[in-house]
């Protein structure tokens, strides 16, 4: 009999959060990663919880949905668990209408919202004066606030998950033997793994850069404007990301792009004129080719899984990801929803 039932291969959010999910079902787990927690692109600076828009529903936007509405929950235990915050704040989003017809659209999505959210978060199309001075100028003198949007400081994150695991017994090791089910969340380096010698490219790697500002917001929405997503956190910084480069030589270094993310921040948001630019950040998410995270089991190795491909999303769909793979690797109930099946990618 196994000393060990689940041995997680990647300290992320997904392998973390899987590793929490199966402890807190009693399981005996170890988590290896030789680079230690949050090496990769989930030890950003970023955090933006942001849904889908609500229409053209799919399994895909249902899940994330279903994760985003755990995702209060989940954290407060994380944090109760190893006092460590993890930044987490459902505080809503405030996106400018550009125009008649995108104002129209921001209608329709209303309307969507109301129905396919389940009552649980609106999507309310609300005037320019009616947001405060925290706000983008808006063409249309509309912005859209969407109440299900939350932030997460993806760093600390990690490390409240860290510190929960330990209070369990579960510490992040450099290395050691597979014992139990295997579950590779392992990055864009591991979807490069997964692809070697196939027909096709299971996924590969794109590189975001983000700037971080020292300027306390205080507890006001996150704000997406000209594809910017500016993230207030609770610790007296402002995030703003980011870029999506599919080329790139050095995984981890910052250039003008980083400096033109800032400099229309600012543009769009006048306040953050003068703020101190405390720390400039690049790193490499996982994409997988359907764009949705790949789960299940690994279909060349018995007792192996894989949770990857979580790319912009995955902090917003770690709860959901984390209870779906602990009841397969667990319980043997695939409960992973169409379009996410990593026999679908192979």
Known sequence: MARIDVTVRGAGIFGLSVAWACVQRGARVQVIDPFGPGAGSSGGIVGALAPHVPEQWNPKKAFQLDSLLMSQAFWSEVEATGGVTAGYARLGRLQPVADAAGLDLAKSRARGAATLWRGAAEWRVVTSADVGPWAPQSPSGWHIHDTLSARVHPRRACAALVAALEVRGVSVVADAADEGQVL???GWR?????????ARVVGAGVKGQAVLLRHDAGAVPQLFVDGL??????????AIGSTSERDFDDPTS??????????RACAALSVLH???VIQRWAGVRPRARSRAPMLGAWPDRAGHFIANGGFKIGFGMAPKVAEVMADLMLDGRDTVPMGFEVAASF
């Open 254 to 263: 910052v250039d003008a792009a980083c400096d033109l993310l800032h400099e």
């Open 184 to 186: 590779w969340a392992t």
């Open 229 to 238: 997503h500016i993230i207030p956190h609770d610790d007296g910084t402002v």
């Open 274 to 276: 003068g703020a101190e």
């Open 190 to 198: 591991g979807l490069e793994t997964l692809s070697e010698g196939r």
